[in-house]
């Protein structure tokens, strides 16, 4: 069979010397620009000193996809990136009138986009809470690179956080304490491109108990009823306390 060697045809040369170089495909600003940013992919090889004056021909190429095939400029250039450009990237080289070809390693692109407005559901009995119900806060973005962090929010004040690694809908269960747990609700979604606020829902309490309800479960307060909620969701308490609910001023006391 014919066999195509990458060497320079000296006869004298005790070594055979790389006509070119295997080329390395680069990316800028970055793997992970975000959407509607621009993109050069870039493949960089170099001649051998004795073959400078050969004309080397770039192929780019996307998960399979030839984007451009056998042209002298060695960048690709995006203006503006979006989603469906994210993939694996690679080039290939062959110089001109020559079957001598080389292919670069794979580059990911991983295009980053915006988070779209979440939207905060709240879930609870029909008739709306009464102190002693549960009540769940969903708060979900339909759109953006993951990790998304949320954020839930009670009259501008943040209870807590947490990260989705994937980008799914994040939610928050809690028990009703006292009336301090009424108000306007929001969450947040934010991540490496940008951050929106939810549409604020308002939780009010239907009646200061729910039916059958004497007691209520929740970490040892110590008698305090600056915050009930953001004591309720503190991480890693040690233990939880049954405690009685006093009637006086609705606060949990052990």
Not at 231 to 250: D, G, I, M, W, Y
Request: hydrophobic share 30%; glycine share 6%; net charge negative.
């Amino acid at each position: 069979g014919l066999t195509v060697q990458d060497f320079l045809p000296e006869p004298w040369a005790c070594v055979s010397t790389e006509l070119f170089q295997t080329p390395v495909l680069s990316a800028v600003p970055s793997l992970e620009p975000h959407e509607g940013s621009m993109l050069n992919v870039t493949c960089k090889t170099k001649l051998h000193p004795q073959r400078s004056s050969l004309k080397l021909l770039f192929s780019f190429y996307k998960d399979g996809s030839t984007l451009q095939d056998r042209c002298y400029n060695p960048e690709l250039y995006i203006p503006e990136v979006k989603e469906g450009d994210s993939g694996l990237y690679w080039c290939e080289v062959v110089p001109k009138g020559s079957r001598i070809q080389k292919q670069s390693s794979c580059l990911e692109i991983r295009v980053q986009t915006p988070v779209s407005r979440p939207l905060l559901t709240l879930q609870h009995r029909a008739a709306g809470p009464a102190v002693g119900d549960m009540v769940e806060l969903l708060c979900e973005s339909k759109s953006g690179s993951p990790p998304i962090l949320y954020s839930f929010y009670l009259d501008g004040k943040m209870l807590r956080n947490d990260l989705a690694p994937h980008g799914r809908a994040i939610s928050l269960l809690f028990r009703v304490k006292s009336e301090q747990d009424a108000g306007n609700y929001s969450c947040e979604a934010r991540n490496n491109v940008s951050r929106e606020r939810s549409e604020p829902k308002e939780l009010s309490l239907n009646g200061m108990f729910s039916p059958n309800q004497t007691s209520w479960l929740g970490p040892d307060l110590t008698g305090s009823c600056d915050n009930p909620l953001q004591a309720l969701l503190t991480e890693h308490e040690p233990c939880l306390k049954v405690c009685q609910l006093n009637v006086a001023n609705h606060c949990g006391r052990c």
